[in-house]
């Protein structure tokens, strides 16, 4: 899990600097080199699919079509597994806006997961993020 | 600290209500709650959207709501 933490980390910032299918064809590349690797287990056919939709509804709802649905059925997903992965990736994205909106942060009882995912100096300038701005 | 002024967790009767069960237990808000205190209908109602969809409310299973989890804010570059 870790690995793809750290991979749709990278593809997620690397996204945000391209045009649009140029970043989900990145993102799309970092998720296939992740699921590809040997050493990751614990990943069925349905979780793989899921790993492979979230990405387009998290950053590019727009480009959302019943084709892409297609892919979680394929995958063997019903209907109702399908509106699921939908509303759970639709609940987090709404909770990542609200915190990052506001500037809810982690906090040091949380450092040690969070440097051993992204490194100290991703901490610290989270630490320097999460305080408001100075007045004047 | 979080960017806009938060009233206390008993500040107003609803505020009380939607924050009692915290103060009943002894432990803080949590940030991500807290930060929903101007507004404790809000805050009501992300706890019910949370507990319906996620949280082992839904079909998934808690393996592939963390999955979906940890992915969605990992895309969005969200540490909390």
Known sequence: MIKLVQALDRAGARYTELPLDDGLEVITSAVDAVLDDPDLDGLDDGDRAIVRFVPRLALAPRTMHSGVLHDLTEAGLDDTTVHDVVQVCCCFSYMNRLADGLGVGQTEPNRAWATKLYGEARWEAHLKWKQPAQDG | ?80
């Open chain 2, 1 to 80: 600290m979080p960017w806009i002024k938060l009233p206390d967790d008993d500040a107003t009767p609803e505020l009380s209500r939607a924050t009692a069960s915290y103060r009943k237990e002894g432990r803080p808000v949590p940030g991500i709650m807290a930060i929903m205190k101007p507004s404790p209908k809000a805050m009501r109602a992300v706890n019910q959207m949370n507990n319906a969809v996620t949280f082992g409310g839904s079909t998934l299973g808690r393996h592939r709501e963390e999955l979906i989890a940890t992915a969605t804010s990992a895309l969005n570059d969200c540490f909390y």
